[in-house]
């Protein structure tokens, strides 16, 4: 399969030549295809050019280091003194794939090695780090190695962003990988949206090689299903379907022991399974890599991500738990794999996701809690597509249930930090359960809603939910303060309900003006939340156009009242 993208080559060997930075990308974007397009690049116009391939790196050390660089001495003074015998510098320098450095012991020599390059080889050579994006924003320490750029993402550093393949660039593949057109063309946006990553284009070719299963594929919407059928058609139907299994599961279990994404053949070679191994290699799911033969790795590491999902990980909650607790970096390092075993339990098995979570939510444990926090609810609001698909969990925020309040509120937090793309579904599964809103969670309601309204600003349906719960929101507010104020519900009326309300209020006029006149007419009480009245001074343009009448009566409320108290104010 080979896809013509010249144009970002282009741009890529232009932002590595000019200083150093990280490239960042989505999983299986082409990141280490285009890193090696770059490589060859600049080797044939001789400049010096070279990709350290992190995930067969071993354990980032000083000899793992002078391994890949033979001929014994410090590998950082070899590649200054090859720059200098260059005609053309600086030489660039890769490290691809820092993510696959799983374990904290392995990114924190990483770190060390990348840090320790930048220093010593100075303008002789630039420094690249290929990176998921996700990692990237996690990844703090590395950011700081280098500069910052004023860039208005969450990767503050010069990084350059490798994006999805654009539908003309899916287009060059059509001759490539047969009946691919017709299930582009018949395709749902999900699942377009899935094949402009050069990745899931590889595994619909293996999926499809030699008179594949089409049925259903246009249909699918999730990455996990796309693995699901490539799992299927490349390793379980076959004749040594077991064999090929356990081979698979020796593998992984001793990468996951090992924290490493390749480990030496003579660990899990199995003379009896000669023909599985013969057989997975054959068909690219097992590969041997060049700088280090006596290894073996998965062909891609999200394939490695997927076998630990699919072999390791069971579905029982507490032998879930007791594989994970195990030890405490495994959370870190079978991220990937966490999410792809909860996706392929919502798609397969619902009522055993849900059981799951009820289940998580009672863990203690530290690292289990993570995976409450960051992967259940990744994978809700990445895999929902209709509201009925919540109503396990509306329910029970319905009958105010412990797990209802708290599994929402970590729903909630998820959709702020990934900004999801299904602003309607989930702006309508939001109204529902404003009408049930906890202290818990109240502030990231708002704040989500809010989010939602300015990111669909012609979308009338999306600001009709959004002026439900904006409503809901402050009608709740208010009645908790009980006529009372209370700093923590007056900063979250003033900050995050009266906004939302102002914006929507044109969606119900009569609705609006009767919550905010409750607000207004609080003006001159005893300790007054004069936060909330100044809010909605400042939001009186967003009303007059529907309700002028009603900004007059804030601004004869306002003007008009005479503060007589000599009391001392914060």
């Not at 490239?23 to 770059?38: C, D, F, N, R, T």
């Not at 400049?47 to 067969?56: E, H, L, N």
Request: net charge negative; proline share 5%.
């Amino acid at each position: 399969m080979k896809i013509d993208r010249a144009h970002l080559i282009s741009e890529l060997q232009g932002f590595a030549v000019a200083a150093n930075g990280v490239i960042i990308g989505a999983p299986g974007v082409g990141k280490s295809y285009l890193l090696k397009e770059v490589r060859d690049g600049f080797m044939s116009s001789d400049r010096p050019a070279v990709i350290i391939p992190v995930d067969q790196l071993g354990a980032a050390t000083d000899e793992d280091l002078r391994t890949f660089f033979p001929g014994g001495g410090d590998w950082t003074a070899r590649l200054v003194a090859v720059a200098r015998a260059q005609k053309i510098t600086p030489g660039v320098l890769i490290f691809d794939g820092f993510d696959a450095a799983r374990s904290e012991e392995h990114r924190l020599r990483l770190l060390g090695q990348i840090g320790k390059a930048i220093a010593e080889l100075g303008e002789a050579w630039r420094v690249l780090v290929s990176v998921r994006s996700w990692d990237a924003r996690k990844s703090g320490r590395l950011l700081d190695l280098f500069p910052a750029d004023s860039s208005t993402d969450d990767v503050p550093c010069r990084h350059f962003t490798v994006p999805p393949l654009s539908p003309e660039e899916v287009a060059q593949v059509f001759d490539q990988i047969p009946n691919l057109e017709r299930l582009y063309q018949e395709g749902s946006p999900d699942f377009r949206r899935l094949l402009s990553i050069p990745f899931h284009l590889w595994l619909l070719e293996k999926i499809l090689e030699g008179d594949g299963d089409m049925t259903g594929l246009s249909s699918v919407t999730s990455e996990v299903q796309l693995l699901d059928r490539y799992w299927r058609r490349r390793v379980l139907q076959q004749p040594t379907r077991t064999g090929r299994e356990i081979l698979l599961a020796n593998i992984t279990r001793t990468m996951v022991t090992e924290h490493a994404l390749s480990v030496r053949k003579d660990q899990v070679y199995q003379p009896a399974a000669k023909n599985e191994w013969d057989e997975l290699s054959s068909e690219e799911v097992l590969v041997e890599p060049k700088r280090a033969a006596q290894r073996v790795m998965f062909s891609h590491n999200i394939l490695f991500d997927f076998a630990v999902a699919a072999l390791l990980l069971e579905d029982d909650p507490t032998a879930f738990s007791a594989f994970v607790a195990e030890e405490p970096a495994r959370p870190l390092f079978l991220r990937p794999s966490l999410v792809y075993h909860f996706t392929r339990q919502w798609h397969t098995a619902r009522p055993v996701f849900w059981a799951n979570f009820h289940a998580a939510l009672k863990q203690d444990q530290l690292h289990l809690r993570q995976i409450i926090r960051l992967v259940l609810p990744a994978v809700v609001t990445s895999e929902a597509r209709e509201t009925e698909d919540l109503e396990p969990l509306l329910t029970e925020l319905r009958g105010s249930t412990d797990f209802g309040r708290e599994a929402f509120s970590f729903v909630l937090q998820a959709l702020r930090v990934l900004r999801t793309q299904r602003i309607l579904l989930w702006s309508a599964i939001l109204g529902s359960a404003s009408t049930h809103i906890d202290r818990g969670f109240a502030w990231d309601l708002g704040l989500v809603a809010n989010m939602f309204y300015d990111g669909a600003p012609d979308d009338a349906p999306v600001q009709q939910n959004c002026g439900i719960i904006g409503r809901n929101l402050l009608r709740w507010a208010w009645e908790q303060r009980r006529g009372k104020s209370e700093p923590w519900l007056d900063k979250l009326v003033a900050a995050v309900a009266i906004p939302l309300v102002a914006k929507s209020y044109n969606t119900n006029i009569t609705e609006s003006r009767t919550l905010l006149q409750a607000v207004l007419s609080v003006t001159g009480a005893p300790d007054f939340p004069i936060d909330c009245v100044y809010r909605l001074t400042d939001e009186v343009d967003r009303i007059i156009p529907h309700d002028a009448a009603f900004v007059g009566k804030v601004y004869e409320t306002v003007f008009g009242y005479q503060e007589t108290s000599e009391e001392k104010t914060n």
